[in-house]
């Protein structure tokens, strides 16, 4: 069964530093997601990105965020100078075109982890 | 933002009877409502869905129900078994211009089946 994969699936990184995180999502898929879970916190929007581009953000994708589909099949979210309160569980998700349901499959997640 | 709420944080089922998970919003503007399944150190996992035109869906042993007028759905596990032990969370959205839209999230429900 397809399945969204995401690497690496800890990081640790000092305060400041830059990190990448990768996902590779389900092939046919068109919609692609970043999800963050702070320990203890319910899953939280991040981004949406449809067609090379965001298609909505939430408060919390500041300009340290960005998110690129650099080939086919990769879809990362790169934060440009981590803050400790970035420390969370981010999860990537993907959906297929627009059909009567709007499923989004998540990867296992990376726990990043900001010293 | 509590647009999406899971009441109980926890629920205790004794195997082979029926769980309900219950959720409520506030958000009129949801028309597709979701359940997932999380276990530690995974990613959500897609259940089952509803959309608002309807007031149940059924798949195998999981039924969702859903209430329009007082904004409450609910998730029925019938029989339970040790492997429905897990965190399940409400999810809801919204199709906008781009054909799909960033899913809400409720705060999750501990499920724990006793043997």
């Known amino acids: 069964e397809p399945e969204v994969t995401q690497t690496p699936s800890h990081q640790v990184t000092q305060m400041g530093q830059e990190v990448i995180l990768r996902c590779v999502p389900i092939?046919?898929?068109?919609?692609f997601y970043w999800y963050r879970q702070i320990l203890g916190q319910k899953v939280e929007f991040l981004v949406s990105f449809y067609n090379n581009e965001i298609s909505e953000k939430s408060e919390i994708f500041d300009d340290q965020f960005s998110v690129e589909r650099p080939d086919g099949s990769n879809f990362t979210l790169k934060i440009r100078s981590t803050k400790l309160e970035d420390s969370a569980m981010y999860f990537c998700?993907?959906?297929?075109?627009?059909?009567?349901?709007?499923?989004?499959?998540f990867g296992p997640g990376t726990r990043l982890t900001v010293t | 933002d509590q647009q999406v709420k899971q009441n109980s944080p926890s629920l205790s089922v004794q195997e082979g009877r029926i769980s309900i998970l219950n959720c409520d919003y506030t958000n009129s503007m949801f028309d597709y409502f979701l359940w997932y399944k999380k276990y530690p150190a995974e990613g959500p996992t897609f259940l089952i869905s509803i959309s608002s035109i309807k007031d149940k869906n059924e798949d195998g042993r999981f039924t969702v129900f859903l209430n329009k007028s007082a904004k409450h759905l609910s998730l029925h596990i019938v029989p339970s078994q040790p492997g429905d032990s897990a965190v399940y969370f409400c999810?809801?959205?919204?199709?906008?211009?781009?054909?799909?839209?960033?899913?809400?999230f409720g705060t999750g429900t501990r499920l724990t089946i006793i043997p």
């Open positions: 999810a809801a959205s919204g199709l906008t211009n781009f054909g799909n839209e960033k899913l809400t």
């Open positions: 092939s046919n898929h068109l919609y």
């Open positions: 998700a993907s959906s297929a075109e627009v059909t009567a349901t709007y499923e989004q499959y």
